[in-house]
């Protein structure tokens, strides 16, 4: 018989998220999948001024602010007619790689991890480093986070846990200290407020960019250190994720840090048949169909047929799965599939662990990317083209960039001066957007098929839905940004 299985809300994400799942002879059978909060963004910057979009969507997430502020300012500069200094791109570029890789180790520890270990372990560690013991303190004062014995397979080696739970602590102090480097250059965070159109407006001194350059040897050291061993590990214990939670297998990513001539990342799609092509603009969709507004954007909190805030992105008919791992899909990166080799896979396919190993593989180069543009950074020389702010710009600009979760496109027209239409391509919309003309979304199409754990005991289906956490939670889920 059918029975249905929610997780409402998915705690360790951002924004509101909603999955319901029908379960038939131990498989899921149907998903839906539903972002539960609008936002308005779109709606909130008409009649503005256009450069106040580099700030207003940075507000969008507490997550990943930055990478707003400059796919607006990208989409501002191709409205104004104004390229970035050279200094701009530069710091520009700093600022989303030290946020990229931060963002990545946050969600490898912070969310992702617990769904994976029994903290409680540690209470069983008889090693000599005396940072556990502290550990066991915060875990005594959280059981209900770090004591999760409800796991049917979490990781039974408590030697690993108990590094795994310092990697933990350690991820915290790292974040700070990557914040501190991050409002060196951009004037603050969250919401830099010097990212605007031309570049940033951040007077960099030496000692500021020496505060960054420490923040990122930080980083840097604690993703070779441990996070990308440490994501290894995870993938030794739970290799079958290797095979779970796989989307329809069609890749989309968005070129970035292109500013040393060879951009790190290129554009493109990868489709499940083997096809590779260009990314065009105006091959997406937004389709509304499921969602709760109509055509124009409008609020029908009750339209029929309707499940979700969120839009459906499409791509030439076709959802599409966005972030890291489709960043290496599309870009054929042949270090991360030697990576791959390691763990016996040999063809880069969607999954859990694929995108887990993903996200730590693209940090490391990221951050050995940074190191090599820094010295292009010149201390005597302009931070920004600044834009006319009496101009009155008619015509349409847009910014194509990339997020922590994925692919990332703003878009803005302006009639004399004034915003009239502004247009947001979310990373985590690619991925929880609903079903619409008979494809199914994309984190919906991942959850099909997957096998649930039989109920230990009547009543307590929690941990069925470890499997479905999982899986979501490799997406790296931002509803606030889906929304927007
Ligand atoms: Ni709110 Fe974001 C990233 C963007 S996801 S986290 O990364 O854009 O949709």
Known sequence: MAKTLSLDPVTRIEGHLSIETRVEGGKVTGAKVAGRMFRGFEQLLLGRHPVDAARITQRICGICH?????????????????????????????????????????????????????????????GRDERIAKLDRIIGSSPGTFGNQKIPDALSNAELTAEMALGYTEA?????????????????????????????????????????????????????????????????????????????????????????????????????????????????AELVDATFLDDKGGIRPDKDGAYSWVKALQYAGEPMEVGPLARVAVNRDAGFVSLLKQFNQTVLRSSVMGRILARAYEAQKICSHLEKILPRFALDQPTINPPDMLAKPDGTGRGMSLAARGALNHEVTARDGKVTGYRLQVPSAWNFGPTVNGRTGTVEQALLGTPVQPLKKKGDTANQSIETGRIVRSFDPCLACAIH
């Open 66 to 126: 930055e990478v707003h502020g400059i796919a607006a300012s990208i989409a501002l500069e191709d409205l104004y007619g104004l390229p970035p200094t050279e200094n701009g791109h530069v710091l520009r570029d700093l600022i989303l790689g030290l946020h990229l890789a931060t963002d990545h180790i946050f969600h490898f520890y912070q969310l992702t991890l617990p769904d994976y270990l029994d903290f409680s372990l540690l209470r069983n560690y008889h």
């Open 172 to 284: 915290i102090t790292i974040r700070k200290t990557a914040g501190s480097g991050l409002a060196s250059l951009g004037g603050k965070v969250p919401f830099c407020h010097a990212i605007l159109p031309g570049g940033v407006t951040t007077g960099v001194s030496s000692d500021k960019l020496m505060n960054y350059v420490n923040a990122l040897e930080q980083v840097t050291d604690f993703v070779n250190r441990l996070y990308l061993p440490q994501a290894k590990a995870l993938a030794n214990h739970f290799p079958h994720y290797f095979a779970v939670g796989r989307s329809h297998g069609n890749f989309y990513g968005n070129g970035g840090f292109t500013l040393p001539g060879e951009p790190l990342f290129t554009a493109g799609v990868l489709y499940n048949d083997g096809r590779a092509e260009p990314f065009r603009m105006n091959t997406i």
